[in-house]
């Protein structure tokens, strides 16, 4: 179920919009910022309060890559693995994080505490290899300042 | 006058102005004046005149975009403008800059551009990514509305506007014109059968205009300065500056404001500084990761719309990719399909399993398990994926560096079958 706050946020948003559904990505938003993630439960309950089906509300929850379906840890690490950190060496800070959480794309570390995702382009591209957690980008990474970034993170 | 005017507003230490310091620099006079003075149909003019091509990739004539939209009485509302803040495609990291360190440049740019079209709401698009950004120009619109420079009668023109901030939940398809509508909507990002252009029914079944960031950022300058001071900021008469971007193994990556035209020679050995020692230029992409390879012979190409074209490739988004000699050209190749095949957005056959099947195919040679014939096959896809063969450009964007890759790079594929390995990797 939807709490209060989450049905007030949502119904926030309707007024920025001709109809409700137009409001899904909105709705998606508000209920991840809550629970981390969107569950099947969470897909029903927005759909009903959005007057369309879960299904077509799934079908715009799993094409966006920043919408969760599954649990994610309480921090979320995305590491940017396109061309420039890909010419930069970004694939020695993946291995590094792989190795140093022991957890890879896709995956939560056992502690709930990171999750790792790939990411496109950051748009940091001068200040490449770059990865964001949580929203706080971090730009010009080597393999050895990782593990003081990963520490602001409990 | 100011010959960077994109940059004019932007402090050394990139920390946006807020309302009084950029009014102080002149800032909202170019608002305050047209509403005085100018009717919408002068402001389209005033741009067109200009010269002003989209910034936004495809280099679309701005005032030509607007004079689409129906005006006058009987035309449909709510009209809509939107600011195309998604920034996804990578090597591009300009429209980045514009949105955290010059807010107000771009909120008074959409302001006078909905004057323009007559739009009544306007949304800045931004990627979800960009978290910064969105705090930005949501602190600088409450600035703006709370000076009365939005909302109902601004300036007691009768003129009302609103400005919503939209951000988005990462897809490459949402920084395409109709799948942004689609995504502002709440869909999927796919795009939309043209006609109707968005411009006569865009955002909700109403007229909408979509333009990039720096477009729209250039608006006040040209109307504080006019047309033929604009044309002349270019080297080659294409109007404007441009923000110019280098990522790579180059000495000093970075961003800079640079007369639309330079030389691709200037961009990357003065500006970027030359390659890092050691590493010797094999490449680049001129305008981000859907733009054609060109080389060494390139160099002396200026960087504007007509001649990057005519040298093979597209000026883009016009911040470079250098791939140097280091750096297998076949892994560089591959990275971007990837890219293009995950961000496909699945709607139409050809997008949605050639793209796969090509990244597929050069991981394969890249592992050093390819065939003579799988050359063959990559060609073709450039051929099937192309223009005209797919519902929006993606495909055939991605389509891009692979066949300028086949074409320049040739033997470094053919020596991957021939040794079963990348040559690269040790
Ligand atoms: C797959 C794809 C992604 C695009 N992404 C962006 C983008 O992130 N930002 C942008 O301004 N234009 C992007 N474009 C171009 C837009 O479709 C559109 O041409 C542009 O926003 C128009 O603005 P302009 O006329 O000011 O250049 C993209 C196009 C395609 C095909
Ligand atoms: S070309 Fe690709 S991205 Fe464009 S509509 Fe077809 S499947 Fe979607």
Redesign the interface.
Known sequence: MLTEEEKHEIEEEFKLYPYKSAAAIEALKVVQKHRRWVSDESIKDIAQLLGITPDELDSVATFYNLIYRKPVGRNVIHICNSVSCWVMGYESVLKHLIDHLGITYGQTSSDGRFTLLPVQCLGTCDHAPALMINGDLYRDLTPDIINSILEKYQ | MDDKPLTKYIRTDQVPMDIKEYEHSGGYEALRKILKTMQPKDVMDAVKDSGLRGRGGAGFPTGMKWSFVPMGDNAPHPKYLVANGD???????K??LLLESAPHQLIEGMIISAYAIQADIAYVFI??????AAKIIQASLAEAYQAGYLGKNILGSGFSLEM?VH??????MCGEETGLLN???????NPRAKPPFPQSSGL?GKPTIVNNIETLSNIPHIMNNGGEWFKKLSLTGEGGTKLY?????VKK???WELPLGVTLRELLEEHAGGMKDGFKLKGLLPGG?STDFLTEEHLDVNMDFTNVGKAGSRLGTG?I????DK?CPV??VH??EA?FA??S?GWCTPCREGLPWVQRILNAIEEGNGEMRDLDILSYHTKYLGPGNTFCALAPGAMEPLQSGLKYFREDFERHIKEKRCPWRS
């Open positions: 920034e996804m495609e990578p090597g591009t990291f429209d980045r990627r979800g990514e960009y978290t910064l919503y951000t988005s939940i990462g897809r490459y995504a502002l909507e709440g869909k999927r990002a909700f971007g280098a990522s790579g193994k990556p970075g961003l990761a911040t990719i250098v791939m140097d750096t892994g560089f990275n971007l890219f995950q961000e957005c």
